[in-house]
């Protein structure tokens, strides 16, 4: 007999390739009762790992809920893998480098060893499992209250401890842009990626190009505050041509095409 933990993991597993499923699907599927979903997907949603809507369950982004980082992590990763290497332009060995949680930033980590030594500081357990073992790199993960969603430790104490650290360089995401504002859905994860913006002296943006042309609930930072905009050609030349004369230093990197 499957195990009430076990269940709910294949029903977070079986969400997360589809991103979005009818509660419907989700009874005839693992022919359970109706009740039983609901108590597991009850239970996802507290863990933040899906959250429901009428009649279904998502793993997928909305203006207020960021999706769960096991499920970012699957969602373009030729885009995430080909800015991960431009921004690997920006860091020099030697440095003291800052990393957020976002999957973008993750992407980066396997590629460090090969800049090494560096000095890497980040809130991500997912780029913690790559680089607490490797050799001339020293880690420092920032602590605080662990969040299944962002697969990270934020809050107050992460916070504090991002201020009293410095970094020569930031590479950090966002959740959604518009105009020249970047956004981020939860409160929590702005104020740590705000604290590690004002502890890095070169800040980097790494961004998506489905990220433009919309918003989440909470201001993360003006476009001009970075040092560089990186996103791919996905984004029109119009835009693009706003965003440069609005004095955001973007830079498109071109996808490889198969």
């Known amino acids: 007999m499957i195990k009430a933990d076990e269940r709910r993991e294949e029903i977070a597993d079986y969400v997360i390739k589809f991103g979005q499923v009818r509660i419907d699907d989700l009874v005839e599927h693992f022919g359970v009762s109706r009740m039983t979903i609901h108590r597991h997907i009850d239970q996802l949603a507290h863990q933040g790992v899906l959250r429901k809507l009428h009649g279904a369950v998502t793993v997928q982004p909305s203006g207020l809920y960021e999706s769960a980082f096991r499920y970012r992590v699957t969602v373009g990763r030729a885009e995430k893998d080909a800015l991960a290497h431009a921004a690997l332009d920006y860091i020099e060995a030697g440095q003291a480098v800052m990393l ?42 920032l602590g605080g209250q662990y969040h299944r969603t962002y697969n990270a430790y934020i809050g107050i104490v992460c916070e504090n401890a991002v201020a009293q650290l410095r970094a020569n360089l930031l590479i950090c995401s966002a959740s959604a842009i518009s105009g020249t504002t970047a956004f981020i859905q939860d409160q929590h994860v702005v104020r740590v990626k705000q604290a590690m913006v004002a502890a890095s002296t070169r800040r980097i943006l790494v961004v ?21 905009v990186l996103t791919t ?15 955001v230093k973007l830079r498109i990197v071109k996808m490889t095409k198969p």
């Open 100 to 141: 957020d949680d976002s999957t973008t930033a993750n992407a980066i980590a396997p590629l460090l060893p090969d800049i090494k030594p560096l000095t890497v500081i980040t809130n991500s357990v997912a780029t913690a499992a790559l680089l607490t073992n490797v050799d001339d790199i020293d880690f420092i993960c």
């Open 208 to 228: 998506g190009h489905s990220k433009f042309d919309k918003v989440a609930l909470h201001v993360f930072d003006d476009l001009t505050r970075f040092d560089a």
């Open 233 to 247: 050609d996905g984004v029109s030349d119009a835009q693009a041509q706003k965003l440069e004369q609005a004095g």
